[in-house]
């Protein structure tokens, strides 16, 4: 995997769930702004994932299984816009902190594939 793409995303993940975090804070739900920043993170992903499988098309392996690799890989990958339509049908602050919470998981999700890799 790319060290590089696997911290840009967690750093993005981290900053997308402080400022949907704030929005819940603030009683907001989330706006279009908020869909802007999941998107670039989602688009982030997006390439992890398809570094990874292009990588793992290679010939390169995940030092703890490909299978486990992959499905983290997809769960990343979705992370983001599951928690994005679910806070499209709750248009309180509870969407916004739905997104926050999405962007945690998708942080955490990069340290164990990070880990899988074998780092």
Not at 98 to 116: F, H, K, P
């Amino acid at each position: 995997m790319l060290d590089a793409l696997t911290i840009a995303v967690a750093v993005t993940a981290l900053a997308l769930a402080a400022w949907c975090g704030f929005a819940a804070f603030r009683d907001q739900p989330t706006k279009d702004w908020h869909f802007i920043g999941m998107a670039v993170v989602t688009l982030l992903a997006l390439a992890q994932l398809v570094v990874g499988i292009v990588r793992l098309a290679g010939g390169d392996r995940a030092h703890d299984g490909t299978t486990t690799f992959v499905v983290y890989l997809i769960g990343a990958f979705l992370s983001v816009p599951a928690a994005a339509f679910l806070s499209l049908t709750e248009r309180t602050r509870w969407g916004s902190a739905t997104v926050a919470a999405g962007a945690v998981v998708l942080a955490v999700l990069e340290v164990r594939l990070y880990d899988i890799w074998g780092g």
